[in-house]
């Protein structure tokens, strides 16, 4: 839950500089968190969770719109992982191997 601001920070620069794949990259990322502090605790704050200091309670998310969130996420990354990567920035055996 803590890399959640850290993963939005990749996924706005991934969608700023048209990198689709680290944008798929931050959505796995993401969603793999989310699955573990989930399966961990039940409920978790998700939709509210990186506000920061704009929201420092957060609303806990039901389990169950936590796992659909989880798999949009994945979908979507699967789709940004297929795509041809229309950016100067990409995760290559040169580049950010993550």
């Known amino acids: 839950m ?3 601001p850290n993963i939005n920070t ?15 990259i931050a959505k796995v990322l993401m ?16 939709s509210q969770a990186s506000l920061g200091v704009e929201n420092t309670t957060p609303a806990f998310d039901a389990q169950q719109t936590v796992y659909q969130e989880i798999d949009a996420l994945l979908a979507e990354a699967i789709a940004d992982l297929g795509q041809a990567n229309a950016s100067e920035f990409s995760p290559t055996s040169t580049g950010d191997i993550v």
């Open 10 to 24: 990749i996924l706005k620069k991934a969608e700023a500089s048209n990198s689709n794949h680290f944008s798929g």
């Open 2 to 4: 803590y890399a959640l």
């Open 31 to 46: 969603a793999i968190n989310m699955g573990l502090a989930t399966d961990n605790w039940d409920d978790v704050p998700f």
